[in-house]
């Protein structure tokens, strides 16, 4: 049974198109994390939410919205894609946001803007 | 957070200890060390945590300098399944949950 998962786990799309990540994680965690790894393998940190709620917003375009039905889902939609929106995009989630907790990563969705 | 310096590579012969080093000179007092890893195409995996005194669990060692200042992963018997991206990140249990992944190490265990 699949921790965190993400679908799709590939998508290919056109400049300027809109398109939307899914995550779900069935641990019970609080907390959910969206992450992004470029091509030079980068992995930085995006979104964070904690019961819903945004904790964390690091400096990403607009174009990028979180959204956060219930505490075992965090989507993202990215409007108006670009090129250099080609990356993997991780999901991750934790008991909470604060302490110890171990982030546990979802399997990756790699983008691709044409 | 402070900031840590890995080795970018680094090689281990299958079935021997591989020691991944890391360097934090200017972690504060309230900050612990983490480390991740990265095995290709997959999400990255929770390994071990720790303060000031040394660490153990299923997958790995942690050893901390006295002065923390520094720490090493110890994978006591590494397999070709270990080659992957080593990440040490050192953050405050204070913070949000944020993790700020550096360039890390890549260990390739060779057969």
């Known amino acids: 049974d699949t921790a965190v998962s993400q679908t799709p786990k590939y998508l290919v799309t056109q400049m300027g198109n809109d398109k939307s990540i899914k995550c779900e994680q069935n641990l019970g965690h609080d907390t959910m994390y969206w992450y992004k790894q470029d091509s030079k393998k980068f992995l930085k940190i995006m979104f964070s939410?904690?019961?819903?709620?945004?904790?964390i917003n690091e400096t990403v375009p607009n174009r990028f919205s979180p959204k956060s039905p219930d505490k075992a889902h965090l989507n993202l939609h990215i409007n108006s894609l670009e090129l250099g929106d080609s990356a993997v995009y991780f999901c991750?989630?934790?008991?909470?946001?604060?302490?110890?907790?171990?982030?546990?990563f979802g399997p990756g969705t790699r983008l691709t803007v044409l | 957070d402070a900031k840590t310096t890995q080795p970018p590579s680094m090689d281990c012969a299958e079935g021997r200890a591989a020691n991944l080093p890391c360097n934090h000179s200017?972690?504060?007092?309230?900050?612990?060390v983490y480390w991740y890893r990265q095995i290709h195409s997959q999400g990255p995996q929770y390994i071990i945590h720790g303060l000031k005194n040394n660490e153990t669990n299923e997958m790995a060692s942690l050893i901390i300098t006295e002065d923390r200042k520094s720490s090493t992963l110890i994978l006591p018997h590494a397999t070709l399944r270990d080659t992957a991206v080593y990440y040490c990140i050192v953050r405050a249990s204070s913070n949000t949950g944020k993790l700020i992944f550096g360039q890390g190490t890549t260990l390739q265990v060779k057969p």
């Open positions: 939410y904690n019961n819903k709620e945004l904790i």
């Open positions: 991750a989630s934790s008991l909470a946001s604060g302490g110890h907790n171990e982030q546990f």
């Open positions: 200017t972690i504060s007092g309230n900050e612990y």
